[in-house]
């Protein structure tokens, strides 16, 4: 059974820190771009960021640009995202998904066929 689990978030200040992990069982990550999804209360689900399955292809929505880093490691069948400098729009419940059809690139499309249950982040003082 294909599975992909969250962990990380919490309750953080303004200007915080977290950084979340998506492991992933029942299939081979190495194959498998990983997307990054949001969704905050009373708004549509944004893709975040995203990582191809070779590494080589990273993308993150603008607003979280040189705050966010999206790293993967195969060998322990985990994506993480760091957050850093959170704000309070970063406020929403965080997903991850897995794309088997984003080898070289990804983006946040309709292609991702496994998602986790999600994992909330509150950023507030």
């Known amino acids: 059974q294909s599975q992909l689990v969250e962990s990380g978030g919490g309750l953080v200040q303004p200007g915080g820190s977290l950084r979340l992990s998506c492991v992933v069982s029942?299939?081979?990550?190495?194959?498998?771009?990983i997307g990054w999804f949001r969704q905050a209360p009373g708004k549509e689900r944004e893709g975040v960021s995203c990582?191809?399955?070779?590494?080589?292809?990273?993308n993150y929505v603008e607003s979280v640009k040189g705050r966010f880093t999206i790293s993967r490691d195969n060998a322990k069948n985990t994506v993480y995202l760091q957050m850093n400098s959170l704000a309070p729009e970063d406020t929403a419940v965080y997903y991850c998904a897995a794309d088997p059809y984003g080898y070289g690139l990804c983006d946040y499309g309709t292609d991702y066929a496994y998602w986790g249950e999600g994992t909330q982040v509150t950023v507030s003082s």
């Open positions: 029942g299939f081979t990550l190495d194959y498998y771009a």
């Open positions: 990582i191809s399955a070779n590494g080589g292809n990273i």
